[in-house]
């Protein structure tokens, strides 16, 4: 069974600048979560979609993120503008249901703002 | 609320036993508990639905103290393979849409 794939692996851009990530969940998962890991902490979740509906953007900025699940399979997660404190690892994960399932992770997007 | 996971780093001998605590502030609906190799993407270890429940997985297990609103994560005769970051997650009753983690338990294993 294939896993969560992600791209880019690594990315490095200047603040201000805009960047994207791309994931494509296990087949047939329907729920599909971003998550923001900073170094040295636990994943903090951005967004989660049932489908292609949001089920929880609560900590999403959304003056800069932005992020779509395309007919409810890959997503894409946007940053227009970066700053320096995105510096993260971005993880997306996927599960067959909701909540109380084994999430099954990428190998996530190490973005680099400088 | 953002669960408490003590200790925050743990340094065992191959063969020694560790135990990772996870509290939280609020009553619990459900504990996740993940591992993280350094540079690797979370692994799923165990989902923890009832108070009382106990797992068991290989020699790792877990329990579930509802009224402590706390659980525990047993590492039992631990192995080189075990080192990484230990993650707890907890669905919070009442506001159980996201799962919420803790900052981390790192363990190191060492021959």
């Known amino acids: 069974e294939a896993g969560v794939a992600q791209s880019p692996r690594y990315k490095i851009i200047e603040k201000r600048q805009s960047v994207a990530f791309w994931c494509n969940p296990i087949?047939?998962?329907?729920?599909l979560y971003w998550y923001q890991q900073i170094l040295g902490q636990g994943p903090k979740l951005l967004i989660q979609f049932q489908n292609n509906g949001v089920v929880d953007d609560s900590q999403l900025p959304k003056d800069r993120f932005s992020a779509e699940r395309l007919k409810g399979v890959d997503s894409t997660l946007k940053i227009q503008p970066a700053k320096l404190e995105d510096s993260a690892v971005y993880l997306c994960a996927s599960s067959l249901g909701h909540l109380n399932t084994e999430a099954f992770f990428g190998q996530g997007t190490r973005l680099t703002v400088v | 609320q953002q669960p408490v996971q003590s200790p925050q780093a743990v340094i065992l001998r191959e063969g020694e036993d560790a135990v990772i605590n996870c509290s939280s502030s609020?009553?619990?609906?459900?504990v996740h508990w993940y591992r993280q190799k350094h540079g690797e993407a979370p692994v799923f270890l165990m989902i923890l639905l009832k108070g009382g429940e106990q797992k068991g997985h290989d020699k790792i297990s877990a329990s579930f103290n509802e009224k402590k609103q706390q659980s525990s994560l047993y590492l039992t005769a631990s192995q080189l393979s075990y080192s990484g970051t230990y993650f707890c997650?907890?669905?919070?009753?009442?506001?159980?849409?996201?799962?919420?983690w803790g900052l981390g338990t790192s363990l190191a294993v060492n021959p």
């Open positions: 087949s047939g998962h329907a729920t």
């Open positions: 997650g907890v669905l919070n009753a009442g506001n159980n849409r996201k799962l919420i």
């Open positions: 609020k009553a619990l609906y459900s």
